[in-house]
């Protein structure tokens, strides 16, 4: 079991910034592929970026390219999402969520949520215009 909380949402103007950590306990992020995805009211979950487990590529949204950074720390257990140039259609609750694929070949993370078994409570991000 891992247990993911998120933090450091919040109301940001448009063109702001801000950086979402999410914090895991129970077992190592280390060993595996992390995501940061979002849901807007009435709409359904998308992905946003991920990191792979092994050499820490990352994948990104057309959306949030060049805008979006996922970052790992795995000393402190820790898998951050900084954003850049806020504008309010990035409006919503924001998820980080724990792949546990396991294979000795390389792994590139899925855009699909259904992949990922374990996921944080959400922080909200309001970018207003």
């Known amino acids: 079991q891992v247990q993911l909380v998120e933090s450091g949402g919040g109301v940001v103007q448009a063109g702001g910034s801000v950086r979402l950590s999410c914090a895991a306990s129970?077992?190592?992020?280390?060993?595996?592929?992390m995501g940061w995805f979002r849901q807007a009211p009435g709409k359904e979950r998308e992905f946003v970026a991920a990191?792979?487990?092994?050499?820490?590529?990352?994948y990104y949204a057309d959306s949030v390219k060049g805008r979006f950074t996922i970052s790992r720390d795995n000393a402190k257990n820790t898998v951050y999402l900084q954003m850049n140039s806020l504008k309010p259609e990035d409006t919503a609750v924001y998820h980080c969520?724990?792949?546990?694929?396991?294979?000795?070949?390389?792994?590139?993370?899925?855009?699909?949520?259904?992949?990922?078994?374990?996921w944080g409570q959400g922080t909200q991000v309001t970018v207003s215009s």
């Open positions: 969520a724990a792949d546990l694929h396991d294979s000795e070949s390389y792994y590139t993370p899925s855009a699909n949520p259904s992949a990922y078994a374990y």
């Open positions: 129970g077992r190592t992020l280390s060993s595996y592929t």
């Open positions: 990191i792979d487990r092994s050499v820490g590529k990352t």
